[in-house]
């Protein structure tokens, strides 16, 4: 029973095994005080305590021992443990006379014990406690240099004596002596632990862990121009995840069988659902191949429907936005938080039609759970009220013995929904060789049992693992979860219900300062110049929106990439991340540059008013409107519309161009300067303008007297010439009628006519001049046009 105390909250162990080890001990009574009778000699336990150095002689032998397997993870009474794993022998002598052993040490009575053996695993210098020995060995006659040999022993968990219920140290060890020293000696070990509750606990503690599936970011802006909009993907990693043996596709195959919280980013359905269409993957200079993973991205979201129906799914934000970077670097960027709420919104949107569930949207999760109070505030911003930190970030300051239970208000109505950390960090490095996954498996199920043994309160803990794990860390957490979901001391629970339990009057409130967020996490956040850029593509495309005929084809494609620019998963990735959003303003860019001013030439007018033609060019796909043209002169002395601008509105359709004429008025001949513009109806700028110069060559007073003066000059020599031709001919045919009137005398009657022989020639003709003068065949033709007596139009002369 005193064996029992000594673990702080811990039940004796049934009396049945109290006896039998109290009998083995009086048993063994003879066999020790023989052993004190011996001479000296170096011993297995004074060979470990010593140096290193002293225990491998010269120091070049050194055996690695791997645990690759324990099993069961956690036994009960009657389980048989099995362990198997390698031995390696790295030093230069070969070792004989080896054998591995299994040892059991003291109950751990604090949680700090257990962090002490996990940082020093594999020092022979450590008390390893004492070898089972027996029949529970695996000899090896020697071990050569640089070999590894395999071992596996089986032993029966009564064999153990393990006392009270407890986390007992539980090391693998070699022995074995070199020619250099030629006697029995540690050579290797390797430390874990063994949970051991062989009963139910009278108090289980209440276990949420979270199952994560977040994704780095896939998708570009880039769409197709055609009516699907075809996705364009930045590679085809994503397919890479989710095909069979994939990361997601292991922690989805894996994870449908625990009861845990899943935890889900829109972003990552979004991304696979369009995978399940037409997608397009992005290639080098802006080319772009056909994505063929369409079937791999159907059964993976089936699979995925499947294994969270009845379950809880928790989402985090579209995209999963860094909070510690939004609070640290961009409130103070106009507009930023207007993304997070954003990237609130459209969560149900994403996930209702994808997974066929109502998820819960009211958690912020921030990176490693570290919270101070600029995150918890834009955390709740968007409209989360509970925040998920943990606990190395939210440190007890209270003086409580036990761990509290994860819930607790720190004010404004906000919930945070504190992780235990040592938990939450048991499955973070390279756990790629089984012997790191099996160590990591074993150290969360002693923490786990030493938690629940620090006191006879029922608490519910929550573990938050990292975002994104490993294939392999993956399998490792399930191993561990399968290990505790079937142990005695735990019972799982979702994580609203963990946020919604009642807090611990002692736990602590106090989120930490600004000044208390880890430097190292720090140092990995997006800076305010990213929030900036975000900022700038947002400026542009409301301006470039508003002339659009269809937003939703640019809004909604442009609006998810930049929340995908604000991602958690940049973080360490600093030069991938301004690519990212680099290219997002690039492509915006090319966008709206296909609505646009032809250039034009400088443009010549001759006369005192003319048109100026103007071309909007549109090469998008869908139409535009909106727009105003202004041409603005330079000059007071050059007037476009009657004033120094005009203005006219501008429609194109989809692959077309409009020319928009503009009159003008010059005061003046001369060179001037004119700038065309376009404008949305707001009043705001968009795109680049064309400047191009006029030259006026108009007609003043002066030359038009000269011009008028000599044109009247000839049209008097024209006329002289005429009558002077008409009096020649009028000569000619009256000297031809004297010779014929002389005849016709002779030949009449000899009346002689009292009339001037002219007078009679001409008769009403010798009245008639000008135009009402009959024409003479002698008659020279016209040599200028009849003068039209139209209005003068306008734009007489306009060369481009």
Do not use: C
């Not at 909250?9 to 009574?29: D, E, K, Q, V, Y």
């Not at 936005?321 to 106009?334: E, I, K």
């Not at 919930?415 to 973070?428: G, I, K």
């Not at 001037?756 to 008639?768: I, K, V």
């Amino acid at each position: 029973m005193a064996e029992a105390a000594d673990f702080l909250g811990t039940s004796p162990s049934p009396a049945r095994r109290w006896l039998r080890r109290t009998g083995a001990l009086l048993a063994g009574a003879p066999l020790l005080a023989g052993l004190l009778q011996l001479p000296a000699a170096p011993t297995a336990l004074a060979t470990e305590q010593a140096s290193p150095k002293a225990a491998a002689g010269s120091g070049t032998v050194a055996v690695a021992v791997a645990v690759n397997t324990l099993s069961p993870a956690a036994p009960t009474d009657g389980d048989t443990v099995t362990v198997s794993g390698t031995v390696t022998n790295n030093g230069k002598q070969t070792v004989t006379g080896a054998h591995v052993g299994l040892r059991v040490g003291p109950v751990l009575n604090t949680r700090s014990a257990i962090d002490d053996i996990a940082r020093d695993s594999t020092s022979v210098q450590s008390a390893t406690g004492s070898e089972v020995g027996g029949t529970y060995v695996e000899k090896f006659s020697k071990l050569a240099p640089g070999v590894a040999q395999a071992f596996s022993i089986s032993v029966p968990v009564d064999e153990l004596n393990l006392g009270a219920d407890g986390v007992y140290p539980f090391a693998v060890s070699l022995s074995g002596q070199t020619s250099t020293q030629p006697w029995e000696q540690l050579l290797g070990v390797q430390r874990t632990f063994l949970p051991w509750q062989p009963e139910e606990a009278d108090t289980r503690t209440k276990t949420t862990y979270l199952w994560p599936l977040v994704s780095t970011v896939h998708m570009t802006a880039r769409t197709g121009s055609n009516e699907q909009q075809t996705p364009v993907f930045l590679n085809d990693d994503l397919a890479g995840e989710i095909a069979p043996g994939g990361r997601l596709d292991q922690l989805l195959s894996l994870g449908r069988d625990l009861d845990v919280t899943w935890v889900i980013d829109p972003n990552l359905l979004a991304s696979v659902d369009a995978m399940t269409h037409n997608y397009q993957v992005q290639g080098a200079n802006g080319t772009t191949t056909a994505g063929t993973h369409q079937a791999v991205a159907n059964r993976w979201l089936a699979e995925l429907q499947a294994a969270v129906k009845d379950k809880e799914v928790v989402t985090l934000p579209f995209a999963d936005p860094d909070l510690a970077s939004l609070a640290h670097n961009g409130t103070r960027v106009t507009g930023s938080l207007s993304h997070l709420k954003e990237a609130t919104d459209v969560v149900a949107n994403t996930i209702e039609p994808i997974l066929h569930t109502q998820p819960t949207t009211d958690f912020a999760w921030p990176v490693d759970g570290a919270v101070d109070p600029s995150i918890v505030k834009v955390a709740t911003s968007a409209g989360a009220d509970k925040v998920i930190a943990r606990s190395d970030s939210l440190q007890e300051t209270g003086g409580l013995p036990y761990t509290p239970s994860a819930a607790r208000p720190i004010g404004g109505g906000t919930t945070a929904v504190v992780a235990d950390a040592r938990l939450s960090t048991a499955f973070q490095g390279d756990l790629m060789k089984a012997a790191s996954g099996t160590l990591a498996v074993q150290t969360f199920l002693a923490q786990s049992l030493a938690l629940n043994g620090q006191t006879n309160k029922q608490r519910s803990i929550v573990v938050a693992p990292q975002r994104m794990p490993t294939a392999r860390q993956a399998q490792a957490m399930a191993e561990a979860i399968t290990a505790l979901q079937d142990g005695n001391w735990s019972e799982s629970q979702e994580l609203t219900t963990a946020a919604s339990a009642k807090p611990d009057p002692g736990a602590t409130t106090r989120v930490p300062s600004t000044s208390a967020y880890p430097s190292a996490l720090r140092k990995q956040e997006l800076p305010r110049a990213a929030f900036e850029e975000i900022a700038g593509t947002q400026a542009e495309l409301d301006n470039f929106k508003v002339i659009l005929t269809d937003q939703s084809r640019v809004v909604t494609p442009f609006g998810r990439a930049m929340n995908r620019g604000m991602s958690t998963s940049w973080r360490g990735l600093a030069a991938e991340a301004a690519g990212y959003r680099g290219g997002v303003k690039s492509y915006l860019d090319s966008l709206t540059g296909q609505v646009q001013l032809i250039d034009k030439s400088d443009t010549k007018l001759s006369g005192r008013s003319a048109t100026i033609p103007v071309t909007v060019q549109n090469n998008l796909v869908q139409g535009v409107g909106h727009l105003r043209l202004r041409l603005t002169s330079t000059s007071p002395r050059l007037e476009i519309g009657g004033d120094s601008f005009d203005e006219q509105p501008v429609t194109v359709s989809g692959g077309h161009s409009q020319t928009v004429k503009f009159t003008t008025t010059a005061k003046a001949n001369g060179q001037y300067a004119v700038v065309a513009q376009l404008y949305t109806e707001d009043g705001q700028k968009y795109g680049d303008s064309v400047t191009f110069e006029v030259k006026v060559t108009e007609f003043t007073a002066t030359v038009m007297l000269v011009i008028g003066g000599g044109f009247l000059l000839l049209v008097l020599a024209g006329f002289r010439m005429y009558t002077h031709r008409k009096r020649a001919a009028a000569r000619e045919a009256e000297e031809a009628g004297t010779d014929d009137l002389g005849e016709a005398h002779e030949a009449g009657d000899g009346t002689e006519n009292p009339g001037r022989p002219d007078e009679r020639l001409h008769g009403e003709s010798g009245t008639r001049s000008g135009a009402d003068a009959p024409e003479q065949p002698s008659d020279p033709a016209a040599d200028t046009p009849a003068e039209s007596t139209d209005p003068s139009g306008t734009g007489e002369r306009v060369d481009r």
